[in-house]
């Protein structure tokens, strides 16, 4: 298994986890305890939750991109929607580390909260934050391998068409 390969199964490990995270606390606060919770703290995890099932469909789909072997190959297909949705997550969950760290800075200056509890959350900032930047950025590597691989195609069309082989 190649670096990149690895990186990826990580990113769908890291996902994995974060969507169970997100999808356990909506059911455990809403279903479980029967809490009354704001709209954010309702629609957030579900949201969360739902990009983060997506996301890792698009991961999935689009692990053979990164295989040694790949260049030239046909790209995997992978629908316009999950390409969206796969951002969107990214941007959500770099959006939630930054609000994270917002209500932290708030709670710890007011004295609300203790020195775990800092801690704990930090965790949970940096590991939000990471996927979220992660995700956009593997993205974007994944949208310049299917443009390599797209002008592969073209040219080995064109180089068919014409005779001309390669070496």
Same mark, same amino acid.
């Given at each position: 298994?190649?670096? =990149? /390969?690895? $990186?990826?199964?990580?990113?769908?490990?890291?996902?994995?986890?974060?969507?169970?995270? %997100? !999808?356990?606390? #909506? &059911?455990?606060?809403?279903?479980?305890?029967?809490?009354?919770?704001?709209?954010?703290?309702?629609?957030?995890?579900?949201?969360?939750?739902?990009?983060?099932?997506?996301?890792?469909?698009?991961?999935?789909?689009?692990?053979?991109?990164?295989?040694?072997?790949?260049?030239?190959?046909?790209?995997?297909?992978? =629908? /316009?929607? $999950?390409?969206?949705?796969?951002?969107?997550?990214?941007?959500?969950?770099?959006?939630? %580390? !930054?609000?994270? #760290? &917002?209500?932290?800075?708030?709670?710890?200056?007011?004295?609300?909260?203790?020195?775990?509890?800092?801690?704990?959350?930090?965790?949970?900032?940096?590991?939000?934050?990471?996927?979220?930047?992660?995700?956009?950025?593997?993205?974007?590597?994944?949208?310049?391998?299917?443009?390599?691989?797209?002008?592969?195609?073209? /040219?080995?069309?064109?180089?068919?068409?014409?005779?001309?082989?390669?070496?």
């Amino acid at each position: 298994m190649n670096f =990149s /390969k690895f $990186l990826k199964v990580i990113l769908i490990i890291l996902t994995t986890i974060y969507t169970l995270m %997100g !999808l356990g606390f #909506f &059911v455990f606060v809403l279903l479980l305890r029967h809490s009354t919770i704001n709209t954010l703290g309702f629609i957030l995890p579900l949201t969360l939750g739902m990009l983060g099932v997506l996301s890792i469909i698009f991961h999935a789909k689009t692990y053979k991109a990164y295989s040694k072997n790949f260049t030239g190959n046909i790209f995997p297909k992978v =629908s /316009k929607a $999950l390409w969206i949705f796969n951002n969107v997550n990214g941007v959500l969950l770099m959006f939630v %580390g !930054l609000l994270l #760290f &917002v209500l932290l800075y708030d709670n710890y200056h007011s004295g609300i909260s203790s020195q775990r509890d800092v801690w704990m959350v930090s965790v949970l900032i940096s590991l939000s934050f990471v996927i979220g930047v992660w995700t956009v950025f593997d993205a974007d590597k994944l949208r310049q391998i299917k443009k390599k691989s797209k002008e592969s195609q073209a /040219k080995n069309v064109i180089d068919a068409i014409t005779g001309v082989e390669e070496d």
